[in-house]
């Protein structure tokens, strides 16, 4: 199992079964100005990693994986500045005996934006009603859930930048006056009603908060930037989850696997798990910092957390545009990802790691990327640092 190192590598000549590696259509044709890769390529053979994708996967909306979601704010770690905002507007509404304000979260997958619209339901006291933006497409969808609020419940929608229009303009008067205006009869004979609803609060969750039109977005009383996690907390997710697990994890077991995790906690929780399969499988017993690292080179996971697509991306930028700057819209075109993909799930991490630069001229891998991979950056590049 190859595993990229971090660790700068001993020149090699570059030469032809090298090239062959990138057969998945990467590069073809080695560009004049290339540097020659230094030692490992990356490995670029293998499948996508599905354990490192932030997107929840349906086994992990199940009743089991329920009980590892903190539900109160205490209980939560992490987005310490995000918990504070909230547990003031929380004794805030509380006090005055009001709903909450609508409240906007937006960041990348994974990183407890559902885990917090339900901590805030329990915290008030009041039910959560959960959906996602496509899911309402007529206006009697977003109308049947309006309608069956109860006081104060919580209406989450998530991937709210991709509501369709007729329900967000069905959302504007429900958020602003908690009133339902319904159409009845058709052509000239139309009326329109507007039912009372019951005081709610809205917590929309984005990864494209720039996608939001400015009449809805204006709407939230809140809005709350999840960032991604530090090791150290995500260490202790990682330890908090082992303990409802009944695993016997060592403190250094644990931040193995929390800095392979793309500071987000969803995906540390899944490598706990594949890691508590290898333990047992393997009948090795507690899980110390060696055991941790090699399950998951088993599962081809990077030191840091880069998968597959990661480093096919950046691997794309260097092989074949000299590490930038490169379009997204050409970078998607030539690794045959979407570039909508690219921007929201694999940039953000690869740009919090300092990858990768965004610039008006387009993309660029930074040299500890050409590093990290095993190339020697150029002189132009080593200046951007
Ligand atoms: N599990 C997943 N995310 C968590 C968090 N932020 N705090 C505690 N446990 C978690």
Redesign the pocket.
Known sequence: MAIISSKPQPPEPDDLSQSELFSDGISKKPSGKRIPPNGKLPDLSNAKQPLLEPEAKPEERSQQEER???RRLS?????KDLKEVLDIAIQAAKVRQETLDHLLLYGPPGL?KT?LSLILAEEMGVGCKMTTAPALERPRDIAGLLLGLQPGDVLFIDEIHRLPKVTEEILYAAMEDFRLDVTLGKGSSARTRSIPLKHFTLVGATTRVGALTSPLRDRFGLIQRLRFYEIDELLQ?VL??AGILKMAVSDEGATEIARRSRGT??IA?RLLKRVRDYVQVKELGNLTEAIAAEALERYNIDPLGLDWTDRRLLTVMIENFNGGPVGLETIAAATGEDAQTIEEVYEPYLLQIGYLNRTPRGRIATAAAWKHLGYTPPDSQLSIL
């Open positions: 590892l979601r903190p209980e939560y770690i992490g987005q407890g885990t997710i908090r989850t906690p969803r929780n």
